[in-house]
DNA sequence: CCTCCTCCATACGCCTCCGTATGGAGACTT
DNA sequence: AAGTCTCCATACGGAGGCGTATGGAGGAGG
């Protein structure tokens, strides 16, 4: 009898605040005693709920290949023919990146990419990649292409959101704000989905 | 031996030393003590070149983007008309990323988006991409484009490389190989350079 | 030869993080 | 009420990194 409302904290929390530092300060920040700290908490909560960081991490991992995979089977609906389909995917990812402030969307995802030398961190990211590309490439597919080259498209357009979200964080001057982010979202989707 | 006839060290050694080992292991990488084993020397040497690890990554810093910026302006020439130079350009960015297993050039650039959260790092990174979404622009500009469009390319072409660079370094087996990855290279200059 | 000045080695204290050991404080059972 | 089990606090040892202090080794200059 768990359920309900324990002031104990149990591995839930300790993963959610992972996912939480791990979009704020990267693989780095995913470390015991810091997020103790900010859980209230000490060591002795954590290697009570966890074997050691790792397992911490693998968790955290977890967790977030689970939310995304819902998130983009989730997003897969909407928009009946392949073409509007695929520019509601473009269109959504490469918005939600970042215009002006928000930098809520794909923090984790660059953290990850930062991290990739870790192979746990490696084997989740290809999943999660891989699965993406089938989706993209399923779509390009759908549209009429050959899947050779509806895969070459599909890894143009998620390296084109790559980036996208890498300038977006790193270099936000660099990137549109406004009216202008608006367009270039535009111009991109268009060239994306040209498929002469 | 190589460069003057003295045997101690300098400051440039340690910069070299310093520039590897952010390719290599990222920003975290670039310890002062690791780097003094590699040297064959130790924590005494460097701190009487340098104030602190920060003075050593600034000296970094502006040895790569001194060696990038050449390196940009070199491959500028060659190729007479502007679509030339630019397929020349985007060709040359895309395949020297990594197929296969040399993965030489970028991985600099990636360890530095990795930490843009340091501002040293933020500042030059911004300087880097700033000149190289210029030159992308003016290329178009001079394929015909309107400057707002031509940038809007520009930073689509950027950020495609990025993605690119990305995948190749994190999840290489997602990368076409051999003969698929020429290829796949072809097909996003394509898209990249036609202009509709 | 002696001295000074450059360059580096060694040793130290401090910090942050990992993982372990151990001793409770409560709650839950019997 | 006593025992037991869950969960956490505290204390400890170790590793690795930063920066400082101090003492040479060795050549340049007098």
């Given at each position: 009898m ?20 791990l ?7 995913v ?12 060591k ?54 970042g ?30 990649t891989k ?10 597919v ?18 084109a959101?790559?980036g ?33």
């Amino acid at each position: 009898m768990a359920t309900g409302k324990r002031q104990s904290l149990g591995p839930a929390d300790w993963t959610r605040a992972a996912l939480d530092a791990l979009a704020r300060g990267g693989l780095a920040a995913v470390a015991v005693e810091p997020l103790a700290k900010e859980l209230g908490t000490t060591k002795g909560s954590f290697y009570w709920h966890f074997a050691d960081r790792n397992a911490l991490l693998a968790a955290t991992l977890k967790l977030w290949e689970r939310r995304d995979t819902e998130r983009v089977v989730a997003s897969l609906d909407e928009a009946p023919d392949p073409l509007s389909r695929l520019r509601r995917l473009l269109h959504l990812a490469f918005s939600s990146v970042g215009d002006g402030e928000a930098e809520t969307a794909g923090t984790v995802e660059l953290a990850l990419q930062a991290s990739a030398s870790q192979p746990l961190v490696a084997e989740t990211l290809a999943r999660v990649t891989k699965r993406r590309l089938e989706v993209l490439s399923a779509l390009y597919v759908e549209l009429g292409l050959a899947p050779a080259r509806a895969r070459d498209r599909a890894l143009l357009a998620y390296t084109a959101y790559l980036g996208h979200a890498q300038i977006a964080h790193a270099t936000p001057d660099l990137m549109p704000r406004g009216r202008a982010f608006t367009t270039h979202v535009d111009d991109v989707v268009k060239a994306l989905v040209d498929v002469d």
